[in-house]
């Protein structure tokens, strides 16, 4: 027998193939079941790629927005600064301040004179509403003075046209009677007719 070492030497023989009978369903599945995890481990591998994109957009997006404020932080404080610094400047802001209220108070001002406007047009108006209603008040009443005076006119023509008739018939009576006898009741009738 050959010593322990020298049979750990030895190469090992393999097995004998033995052939594997494998039904076209299985083949089939296999294949199917293979296709299908490949396309699960693709979809999972660009799932992960775009994961990480979007990752790496968004830690840029953010360092952007960061560098930006940053930028504009920076901005305003030397803004201030040279406003604070700058008697000009200064001047400047005091006579935009003094601009400002000035344009205010004109605002007021024009706002208070047009109210002041709209309410003499108001008064205006109901002095002239006040105005017409009377004058037409008075010219009623001088129609009704006029028909008054129009209406004792007319009776008075109608008396004297009374009257005139019965001198007319009290003539005629007269001259129908030339012997001056008069009878008062005759004369009497003729005035009342």
Known sequence: MLSPNVEDRRPMRKPPNKPVIVSMETLVDNNAHTELELR???ARKLAKEKAEYLREQEERLAE????????????ELEIQHICESSEELAK???AI????VNKERAAQL??????????EDREYLTQYEMDRQL???????????AEKIQRSLEHKQVIHLQIEEKEVRLSKYILLNPHGFYRSEIVTSIFLM
């Open 97 to 100: 301040r003094i601009a400002y």
């Open 135 to 145: 004058r037409a008040a008075e010219l009623e009443d001088q129609m009704r003075e």
């Open 110 to 119: 024009q706002e208070a004179r047009l109210f002041q406007a709209m309410e």
């Open 64 to 75: 952007e927005i960061l560098k930006q404020r940053a930028d504009q932080c920076r901005k």
């Open 92 to 94: 400047l802001e005091n």
């Open 40 to 42: 699960r481990e693709e």
